[in-house]
């Protein structure tokens, strides 16, 4: 089953509204990066919501970056999402964990501890967009709605879960997101912020099977909306060899000369082998293919 993302837009336009089923993806991203289930659910978390604020970039070709930067356990994670949702991210510590909390869920503040929420935007001719926020609680959705607040003045309503099953797979994840637009309604933010009591344990909720529109109705219970679209989503990476070479080159000649030499004198393969952070792709390159590049 495919990850979805279900959008749509209630009738008077106060609100707009996004709801994911992300499983598959958070699934995909544990099969890179093996993670340890507290990891997992943070990951899980960042890359759900980065898929849907992927969605409401301008155009095709934009692309946007979410990292949280802690001081914790986990390091930094970053998510990087496309135009269309497609979704790839990476984690510093992809084996940190902890304990779980006297509530039983993962200690996913924990890992993170202190720090900052970064976002970066690439919409094309315009210069690059960059936000950050300083955490305020480290579980994500918090921070996700606390950045649309002070950087882009847009109340957001966040709602993330990740469930983690016992053999450490993803058993369920995903979110709802609704944004206010200019003007709203007192009577459907009322309503909206009735609602969102409702909307905690999202992961539960897909697992039990509800699907995105059965979650979309209980976000919007009592107001009048239209659907908009659903988008299949996918963890992509776009990495490739050509992309690795120019990450090569930027490294320096002499550098990679240093390396050939350090290989030669201890008698190893002179070769220098890139490994993607996103999909652990490896790019070979042995020294002859080197000097190739520079002389071009």
């Known amino acids: 089953m495919s990850s979805t993302i279900l959008r749509a837009m209630t009738r008077d336009g106060s609100a707009r509204a996004y709801v994911i089923n992300s499983t598959e993806m958070v699934n995909k991203a544990i099969e890179y990066h093996q993670t340890a289930p507290t990891a997992t659910a943070l990951m899980g978390r960042l890359l759900t919501a980065t898929s849907v604020m992927g969605t409401m970039l301008p155009e095709d070709g934009c692309t946007m970056s979410v990292s949280i930067r802690g001081n ?3 390091g930094t994670t970053i998510a990087v999402s496309d135009y269309y949702g497609n979704i790839k991210c990476c ?3 992809p084996m940190a964990d902890l304990p779980l909390k006297p509530n039983g869920k993962l200690d996913v503040s924990g890992i993170v501890g202190g720090g900052t929420l970064v976002v970066s935007k690439d919409v094309g001719d315009e210069a690059p ?3 950050a926020i300083e955490l305020v609680s480290g579980e994500v959705a918090e921070d996700i709605a606390s950045y649309y607040a002070q950087s882009e003045q847009t109340p957001t309503l ?4 990740v469930l983690v099953d016992v053999d450490h797979t993803c058993k369920s994840a995903g979110g709802v997101f609704v944004q206010l637009l200019p003007f709203a309604d007192d009577e459907v933010v009322s309503k909206l912020e009735e ?3 409702n909307l905690s344990n999202v992961s539960l909720k897909f697992s039990q099977g509800l699907s995105n529109e059965d979650i979309l109705k209980i976000a919007l219970e009592g107001i009048e909306y239209d659907l908009f679209d659903e988008l299949e989503v996918e963890y992509k990476c776009d990495c490739s060899r050509e992309r690795t070479e120019k990450a090569l080159i930027s ?4 550098e990679c000369e240093d390396i050939f030499a350090e290989q030669k004198s201890k008698g190893e393969e002179e070769v220098i082998t890139l490994e993607c952070n996103f ?12 000097a190739k590049l520079f002389k071009k």
């Open 129 to 131: 967009f960059n936000g």
């Open 158 to 161: 966040c709602a993330l879960g």
């Open 91 to 93: 984690i510093t510590n």
């Open 72 to 74: 914790g356990l986990a």
């Open 251 to 254: 490294v320096g000649k002499k």
């Open 279 to 290: 999909c652990n792709a490896k790019y070979r390159f042995t020294k002859e293919h080197v």
């Open 195 to 197: 609602n969102a009591k």
